[in-house]
């Protein structure tokens, strides 16, 4: 089994900055893509941001230039940086991650999802 343990999240005013972590373990042999979504009230769940193996990393439009992905290989871990929040970034964040087992089976994990609430 693959666990995902997701850290940083909380409430902040607008204009400021929370950076998200989120620690992947158990039988892992391999991590692919790593990502992070998220889930605002009564909307459906929707990617933030995304990050391969090797580095490249892919974003929505609403958080381009304020948000940044990265990852530390060595340690499973994807981080977000998020900076100039804004209200409408409120939502739950969940971090995704996909790769192989030590089995060489194939996974997907969720984390547990942390809150994020910016304030007017």
């Known amino acids: 089994q693959v666990q995902l343990v997701e850290s940083g999240g909380g409430l902040v005013q607008a204009g400021g900055s929370l950076r998200l972590s989120c620690a992947a373990s158990?039988?892992?042999?391999?991590?692919?893509?790593m990502g992070w979504y998220r889930q605002a009230p009564g909307k459906q769940r929707e990617l933030v941001a995304a990050?391969?193996?090797?580095?490249?990393?892919n974003y929505a439009d609403s958080v381009k230039g304020r948000f940044t992905i990265s990852r530390d290989n060595a340690k499973n871990t994807v981080y977000l940086q998020m900076n100039s929040l804004k209200p409408e970034d409120t939502a739950v964040y969940y971090c995704?991650?996909?790769?192989?087992?030590?089995?060489?089976?194939?996974?997907?994990?969720w984390g547990q999802g942390t809150q994020v609430t910016v304030s007017s």
């Open positions: 990050i391969t193996a090797g580095g490249s990393t």
């Open positions: 158990g039988t892992i042999f391999s991590i692919n893509d």
């Open positions: 995704n991650t996909q790769g192989t087992t030590i089995w060489r089976t194939p996974f997907t994990s």
